[in-house]
Nanobody, 123 residues
């Protein structure tokens, strides 16, 4: 499976961005798709995840109520709508996928990764 993320950029605090991640190849391995982020000097951290049906979504406490994860299985694409952005949301955002149906918050449980897209939020 290949994952291609895009949509990052520079935005002012309070603004919005939408990230996209398109999957290609063996998309049967994308039962769960997720977003992680890595800020400078920090470890890669869980942001959000979604099951294949789209009915179940999971969020880190730091983004609940501001970010929304969704997916379009016909396009093999997962999205991350980010609203009310804060400077502390600045990071490289990575999409990830795992073939199992159970969601994990741990980066080590994801088999496939995109290349990352940089989000910078200015104050």
């Amino acid at each position: 499976v290949q994952l291609q993320a895009c949509g990052g950029g520079l935005v002012q605090a309070g603004g919005s961005l939408r990230l996209s991640c398109a999957a290609s190849g063996r998309t049967s391995s994308t039962n769960v798709m997720a977003w992680f982020r890595q800020a400078p000097g920090k470890e890669r951290a869980f942001v959000a995840a979604i099951t294949r049906s789209g009915h179940n979504t999971y969020y880190a406490d730091s983004v609940k109520g501001r970010f929304t994860i969704s997916r379009d299985n016909a396009k093999n694409t997962v999205y991350l709508q980010m609203n009310s952005l804060k400077p502390e949301d600045t990071a490289v955002y990575y999409c990830a996928a795992r073939p199992f149906t159970v969601v994990s918050y741990h980066r080590g449980q994801y088999h496939h990764w995109g290349q990352g897209t940089l989000v910078t939020v200015s104050s």
